[in-house]
């Protein structure tokens, strides 16, 4: 079974039930992994990435035009 058929037999499934409980257990499931990729990172990566988005949210970054612009002749 290949994982296109495994979707849409998943989807029917899911459009199908009514039952709350199992609802609430697959979007656990699905918050869990979409949040496992934070946990594997170091506590430096962690920390990288939070001053980045904090620069960003402050307007504190170079725009990729401008860095492209800059290296345009080792292109």
Partial sequence: MNIETTKLELMHLLLQTQKESLLAKLKKVFDEEQMDW?????????????????Q?????????????????KWR
């Avoid at 934070?38 to 904090?54: A, D, M, N, P």
């Avoid at 960003?56 to 345009?72: L, P, Q």
């Fill in 38 to 54: 934070w946990s594997e990172l170091s506590k430096e990566e962690q920390v990288e990435i939070e001053t980045g988005l904090g």
């Fill in 56 to 72: 960003a949210d402050k307007g504190e970054y170079t725009s990729n035009g401008t860095v492209m612009k800059r290296f345009d």
